[in-house]
């Protein structure tokens, strides 16, 4: 598939897309498949899919010298072929726990300490990403731009959430996203933002309420002729992504044979050429293990951003010990560092309110 109108819209609003990187991938949180039955979603929800790992500026035998003295300072067992998540997160359940096992602290401080190696990733709130079409299906969600399009979506995400149970009743119970009753699912939806919104004040919600008023008559479109109960089918439009985003690098992901049979039918070109990637086995490559520690790291920090709100965070970052301040600062810079080389490091199919949790944590004074 050619993907380089896709290409083309977000080459002005990232840096250096062009640069001859080197980028290793892993995943987490991999379902494959996020659907909706009549007992709820097949997954949890706030467990976002995350793609992403290390990258290099460029690629010498300095940076394979770099590798192994790090593997030496993990001090693996001798006949251990690989180091994966499980060797380094020990007993560690939240985000602050990791950060404190041996072996995560020597990870962070190789990737501090050395600045042409970064990290980069691409998730997907899974449940955001699977209801912000009813948004899309309205005729005047772009009215007001894409930047008020994604506050639309935002508030409607949080409606949804903050009475998930009823509303995941509500999105089985017309099909979705093979809605056979879009009346019955508008009307639902806009009931609830005359609840909250009674005397139309805030803005946002009641041109969002509006918007889907006007859709009554028309219907959703976007939420026609897809298969029912299927939320999202598989995760290859991330991977397009990751490859289409930085046509010129040297993409290397671990095997996800799901989706090399979907890339393999439907190969990644821009400008008419095929922009070149491979899957291999962890056990081959270090770089990619090391990619699976960064996804990982990645995880428990974004259930961390997740379970907590601004507030909630600061009071936490007020009461840590000096040591973990430090580890929280180093993820922070090395996190900055890997933006500073191109903002499209960071890539997201999420909420506003998680967004800004994230700006929040890269801008705090630590």
Not at 302 to 329: C, H, P, W, Y
């Amino acid at each position: 598939m050619d993907y380089t109108e896709f290409y083309n819209l977000q080459k002005n609003q990232l840096e250096n897309v062009n640069n001859p990187f080197y980028l290793y991938y892993d995943e987490t949180n991999n379902i494959r498949t996020f659907k909706i039955n009549d007992t709820g979603f097949n997954a949890d929800e706030r467990a976002y899919f995350i793609l992403g790992g290390i990258g290099m500026t460029q690629m010498n035998c300095e940076i394979d010298k770099n590798v192994n003295e790090l593997f030496l300072q993990f001090g693996m067992q001798s006949n251990a072929q690989e180091i994966k998540f499980k060797h380094v997160k020990q007993k560690a359940e939240t985000f602050i726990e990791l950060i404190e096992t041996k072996r995560v602290k020597i990870f962070l401080n190789w990737l501090y300490d050395h600045n042409n190696i970064f990290i980069h990733y691409n998730y997907v709130d899974n449940f955001y990403f699977s209801i912000v079409d009813i948004v899309d299906s309205t005729e005047y969600s772009m009215l007001c731009g894409i930047g008020f399009n994604r506050e639309l979506k935002d508030r409607l995400y949080q409606i949804m959430r903050s009475d998930k149970e009823y509303f995941k009743k509500v999105l089985f119970s017309v099909g979705y996203p093979n809605v056979n009753d879009s009346q019955l699912l508008i009307s639902i939806i806009t009931d609830r933002i005359n609840q909250i919104n009674p005397d139309g004040e805030d803005f946002v919600l009641e041109f969002l309420r509006q918007i889907l008023k006007s859709a009554t008559k028309s219907g959703l479109p976007l939420l026609k002729n897809n298969v029912e109960g299927e939320l999202i089918d598989n995760y290859a439009d991330l991977y397009a992504q990751c490859i289409y985003s930085y046509p010129n690098a040297y993409h290397k992901f671990d095997h996800e044979y799901v989706i090399e049979k979907i890339l393999s039918k439907n190969p990644v070109y821009v400008n008419s050429n095929l922009v070149t990637y491979t899957f291999d086995e962890s056990t081959n490559d270090r770089l990619l293990q090391l990619s699976d520690l960064t996804v990982n790291i990645i995880r428990y920090w974004m259930s961390f951003l997740e379970g907590n709100s601004q507030l909630e965070m600061a009071t936490i970052f007020e009461k840590l010990s000096r040591d973990q301040l430090s580890m929280v600062q180093k993820v922070q810079q090395i996190l900055l560092n890997s933006l500073s080389i191109s903002n499209g490091f960071k890539i997201g199919s999420g909420s506003n309110t998680f967004e800004r949790k994230i700006e929040y944590f890269l801008n705090y004074k630590f």
